[in-house]
């Protein structure tokens, strides 16, 4: 993904096989999950008058930015900070402050960012934050800004690991880091196995990924 690409724009990847035949985004298909703490969420907001829908772009923007900061580290880019207020540079930074101090404790080495790849077996398609040795271990690295780790986070990357598998490599397992953007949100991680993974993409994600095929066919929701 370009840097350009991080700094706000909302550029939805079109993901395509072999043979040009375009194919839903792993995020697209996680979409179809009911998400109750999103709604939560957007319940709470309106009981305070406040529009849910500003506030989501809002954040993610700063997500956005978050994201793009961390992969400037991994990569060694010079960030481009010129088109953000000064309040999202500051809520990103502390993202990237809490990315370091996490960083200081673990190797990684031969890292892959913003890696985009399809599955030709199953048709979709999917980009990984990060891919690399983690310690010596072959890892997908997740990066998630907000208030915590949901169940939807995990389905995603065992839907990763499938096209991490399909593109010649391996992964030995997937960590989720949940970087807060202010003092009210904290630090987490969230380490997901391979046997946790291949249960999520089984019983989960290819359910999901039928249920989205069949609402395409017949329009359901």
């Known amino acids: 993904m370009s840097k350009k690409e991080f700094r706000g724009t909302k550029v939805h990847t079109r993901y395509r096989l072999s043979d040009g035949t375009i194919v ?20 709470q907001l309106g009981l305070e008058g406040l529009d849910y829908r500003k506030h989501r772009d809002k954040a993610a923007d700063i997500g956005t930015l978050a994201h793009y900061l961390i992969q400037c580290d991994i990569t060694g880019e010079e960030p481009d900070l010129t088109a953000y207020s000064h309040e999202m540079v500051d809520k990103a930074e502390n993202c990237l402050i809490s990315w370091y101090e996490w960083r200081k404790s673990h ?15 199953y048709g979709y398609g999917g980009t990984a934050d990060c891919i690399c040795y983690l310690n010596g271990i072959p890892t997908l690295l997740d990066f998630k800004t907000g ?54 993409f089984n019983e989960i994600f290819l ?11 017949w329009k359901v929701v």
């Open 147 to 200: 208030k915590g780790i949901y169940p939807s986070m995990l389905v995603q990357l065992a839907a990763y690991r499938q096209l991490v598998i399909e593109n010649d490599m391996w992964c030995g397992q997937a960590i989720i880091l949940n970087i807060g953007r202010d003092e009210n949100e904290s630090f987490n991680t969230q380490t997901v196995t391979v046997g946790e993974m291949d249960e999520l």
């Open 107 to 121: 190797k990684i080495i031969d890292a892959i960012s913003e890696k985009q790849m399809v599955s030709e077996q």
């Open 24 to 43: 839903p985004g792993a995020t697209t298909v996680l979409g179809m999950l009911a998400k109750p703490a999103l709604m939560h969420w957007s319940w």
């Open 207 to 217: 359910p999901a990924l039928r249920i989205y095929r069949a609402n395409k066919k």
